[in-house]
Structure formats: C-alpha cells, structure tokens
Nanobody
C-alpha cells in the first residue's frame, strides 16, 4: 500500500521558518520525482516545488523561489520542504505528491500569522 505522510506543519509568525517532511512507503521512492503542492483556504491547488528522482533537478513556483528549498533523502524515503521567510499568503495545506502515479499525502496545515 502506497503511503505518503506529511508532518512538520504548524503555526508560525511571519518571517519564521518551518521544515515539512513527507515519509514515503509502498513504492520505490528513489525512482520517482516528487512534488509539493499547496491549497490555500478557499483557493485551488498550487504547485510549489519539484525534485527529480536523484535530487539533482529542482524547480520552484515564482511565489516561493528564494525562500523555500526542496530536498530528499532516498535512503530514508523522505521528502523535505524547508520554508523560510514565511508570509501570511503561504498559509495553506501542504501536500507531497508522486504526481506521475497520482499518489498524494493527507496534507499538513501551515498557518502564518502574528
């Protein structure tokens, strides 16, 4: 059974940082590109970041470029998203996803507020 379990969300003040993790199981994690996607309250899904299977190719949405860093540890079957300089507009549920096969986690809430 494929599982993607996000963690690390929470409430943080503007300018603060959070590190999200996504633990993967049930598929060969190291063979797949992974993405982070978010959904803000009342809005649609927004792609945030992408990393290829080996970790050498990264890409980011313009809205997070320079503030967020995606990474992965294939030995630990874990995907990460380091989020710095957080803004209120980053408030959303964050999902990790293997978009090729349509696997998504349950999401973790990130709230940026003073």
């Amino acid at each position: 059974e494929v599982q993607l379990v996000e963690s690390g969300g929470g409430l943080v003040q503007p300018g603060g940082s959070l590190r999200l993790s996504c633990a993967a199981s049930g598929f060969t994690f190291s063979s797949y590109a992974m993405s982070w996607v978010r959904q803000a309250p009342g809005k649609g899904l927004e792609w945030v970041s992408f990393i290829n299977s080996g970790g050498g190719t990264l890409s980011y949405a313009d809205s997070v470029k320079g503030r967020f860093t995606i990474s992965r540890d294939n030995a630990k079957n874990t995907l990460y998203l380091q989020m710095n300089s957080l803004k209120p507009e980053d408030t959303a549920v964050y999902y990790c996803a293997n978009m090729k096969d349509g696997y998504w986690g349950q999401g973790t809430q990130v709230t940026v507020s003073s």
